[in-house]
């Protein structure tokens, strides 16, 4: 029997328990097609297949790369990417049914040159990032038909609301953003209206499918913001050095967890019994609730868990100390 003292450290581990209860909430929560799960929170087509196996059969992505993977794994029925592209010349060419965001005649041009023949117009509802002005989302779904695509609907992703801390506030301003888009797809037409994530599931009732992909794996972040998910994915790291407190001085531990193998936008990760005083490169310091040694396992919790499983190559899936399975990150790159 493979444990996880058999594995070499860092290593991405998922507890399959957590896990599954998290696909099951998620699918009795939003079942079948009202969930369209975002595979860039974990890059992995095993865990995707899970998914579908789970009743969600339609995927988000947001590179070309995780459209051709999943397209590859046979997970291609319908895949949304969800994301401006200006080189779509490797989707045309999927066996896969390929819908693509656009939102200027840029876009909408490298759909066409690419042989992509479905779109969504990405709308910007108040996030500064993607999407076109609510106004402007009829014109370009216009254009899109003239020029012989299919306008499947409109997307529009809230995504500085999902971890605000008052779930009122949230539930409020999530409702004025998805106003904005259901104006927009008043003039756009089509069947879909695409938007939400993880931190608005449960709050956004205006759209037809949901783009959550964190819950499957959740991190300390959207705990923090009061998801109701569990823990799946820690980083499994070895206590490599131990200073004993000394002459009023505090003890500490450092662990081989550094910021290589964490995404650390959201802060710090966590240990638990354990307080995290800070990450370098390769290394975790930490000041443990009660003593440990060179050589103990430690169970790192990621504060973000997408940049997480992007540097990993492979992640293995455990129960308690037995590694199950290991599965290849193979959604990575671009
Ligand atoms: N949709 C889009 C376009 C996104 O960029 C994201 C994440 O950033 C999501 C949905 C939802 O992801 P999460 O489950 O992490 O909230
Ligand atoms: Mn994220």
């Given at each position: ?94 066996d ?11 876009t ?46 409109v ?8 971890m ?10 999530t ?71 000394a ?64 540097m ?23």
């Amino acid at each position: 029997m493979l444990t996880v003292h058999d594995l070499t450290t860092p290593a991405l581990l998922v507890d399959v328990d957590a896990l599954d209860a998290n696909l099951a909430d998620m699918a009795a929560a939003l079942p079948g097609p009202r969930l369209r799960p975002h595979v860039k929170a974990h890059k992995t087509t095993s865990l995707a297949a899970r998914q579908a196996a789970a009743g969600h059969t339609g995927f988000t992505c947001a590179t070309v790369r995780e459209v051709e993977g999943m397209a590859a794994a046979g997970l291609g029925a319908d895949l949304l990417l969800a994301n401006e592209v200006l080189d779509a010349r490797r989707l045309g060419v999927l066996d896969a049914r390929v819908t693509l965001a656009v939102d200027s005649e840029e876009t909408l041009r490298a759909a066409v040159d690419g042989g992509v023949r479905e779109v969504l117009v990405d709308v910007n509802v108040g996030l500064p990032r993607c999407g076109i002005a609510p106004s402007r989302a009829g014109w370009l779904a216009d254009r899109a038909r003239a020029a012989g695509l299919t306008v499947r609907g409109v997307m529009g992703y809230e995504g500085h609301l999902m971890m605000l801390d008052d779930v009122a506030e949230r539930g409020r301003l999530t409702q004025e953003c998805m106003e904005r888009l259901l104006a927009a797809h008043a003039d756009v037409g089509g069947e879909v209206v695409s938007g939400g994530g993880t931190g608005t599931y449960a709050l956004n009732t205006w759209v037809t499918e949901v783009q959550a992909g964190s819950y499957a794996l959740m991190d300390t972040a959207y705990t923090a913001a009061g998801l109701p998910f569990r823990q799946a994915l820690t980083v499994l790291g070895t206590v490599i050095s131990v200073t004993a407190p000394a002459g009023g001085m505090p003890g500490w531990a450092v662990a081989d967890v550094g910021l290589k193998a964490l995404g650390m936008d959201h802060g710090n990760p966590a240990v638990p019994d354990a307080q995290v005083w800070f990450c370098s490169d390769e290394h975790l310091t930490f000041a443990p609730d009660a003593p440990v040694a060179v050589g103990d396992r430690v169970r790192v919790v990621p504060a973000h868990v997408d940049p997480t499983m992007a540097m990993h190559e492979r992640v293995h899936l455990v129960r308690g100390d037995e590694v199950l399975d290991t599965w290849a990150v193979d959604l990575r790159g671009w």
